[in-house]
């Protein structure tokens, strides 16, 4: 069975910096690509991040320079490192890997980022 499992979400201040870690089992994650979407409230899901298997990065064009996804081969777990954080940034952040049998991707449950002062 395949899981997902998102932490690392919380609130943080403009300027401030969070991890979020994805914790992956039950595949190989290094074997696919894997990505970070988010949804805003009233906003559609939007891809923010993708890593794939032979570790081309890709980021939605408001996070250049401020977001990295990375992941830890040995912790089967993908990472998103985000600095310089905006109140814009405010979203349920997904972790997402590849499609199942059914052609259904695989989701984690989503964790919390909120950017305030």
């Known amino acids: 069975q395949v899981q997902l499992v998102e932490s690392g979400g919380g609130l943080v201040q403009p300027g401030g910096s969070l991890t979020l870690s994805c914790a992956v089992s039950g595949i190989n994650s290094s074997l696919y690509t894997m990505a970070w979407w988010r949804q805003a409230p009233g906003k559609q899901r939007e891809k923010v991040a993708v890593?794939?298997?032979?570790?081309?990065?890709d980021y939605e064009e408001s996070v250049k320079g401020r977001f990295t996804i990375s992941r830890d081969n040995a912790k089967n777990t993908l990472y998103l490192q985000m600095n310089n954080m905006k109140p814009e940034d405010t979203a349920v952040y997904y972790c997402?890997?590849?499609?199942?049998?059914?052609?259904?991707?695989?989701w984690g449950q989503g964790t919390q980022v909120t950017v305030s002062s």
């Open positions: 997402k890997g590849p499609s199942s049998g059914s052609g259904v991707p695989y």
């Open positions: 890593l794939t298997n032979t570790d081309t990065t």
